[in-house]
C-alpha cells in the first residue's frame, strides 16, 4: 500500500508559476515511477509527467512539456514545477503511483493522492 499526498495547490493568475509537491509513505519501493495528472470539470484525467524510481527518467507530455518539468527528491517526494501558467491549466492535479514501466495511462497506475486544485485566472 502507497499513501500519497499533494501539497495545496492555489490560484495564480495567468502567465504565473506553481509549483506541486507530492510525498509518498507505505510500500514506496514497489513503485518503478510516479506520476502527475490532471482532470478539469468534464473532461477525462490527462497524464502530464512522470519521473522513474531513480529520478533518472522523466517524461512529459507535449501539451505542457514546454512549460512544466518533474523531479524528485530521494525515494518518496516529487515534485511539478508549472510556468507560463494558463487559465485553461485550471483542474485537480493528482499524484499516483506505479509498478508499469514506461506508465502514462490512468490504469497504469495503481495508487492515488486526493487531488489538489489549481486555478489560473485570465
Known amino acids: 500500500q502507497v499513501h500519497l499526498v499533494e501539497s495545496e495547490g492555489g490560484s495564480v493568475q495567468a502567465g504565473g508559476s506553481l509549483r506541486l509537491s507530492c510525498v509518498a509513505s507505505?510500500?514506496?519501493?514497489?513503485?518503478?515511477?510516479m506520476g502527475w495528472f490532471r482532470q478539469a470539470p468534464g473532461k477525462e484525467r490527462e497524464f502530464l509527467a512522470r519521473?522513474?524510481?531513480?529520478?533518472?527518467?522523466t517524461s512529459i507530455a507535449d501539451s505542457v512539456k514546454d512549460r512544466f518539468t518533474i523531479s524528485r527528491d530521494g525515494a518518496s517526494t516529487i515534485y511539478l514545477q508549472m510556468n507560463n501558467l494558463k487559465p485553461e491549466d485550471t483542474a485537480v492535479y493528482y499524484c499516483?503511483?506505479?509498478?508499469?514501466?514506461?506508465?502514462?495511462?490512468?490504469?497504469?497506475?495503481?495508487?492515488w493522492g486526493q487531488g489538489t486544485q489549481v486555478t489560473v485566472s485570465s
Open positions: 499516483a503511483s506505479s509498478i508499469v514501466i514506461g506508465a502514462r495511462k490512468t490504469t497504469d497506475y495503481k495508487y
Open positions: 507505505g510500500d514506496i519501493y514497489d513503485s518503478t515511477a
Open positions: 519521473i522513474s524510481w531513480g529520478g533518472s527518467y
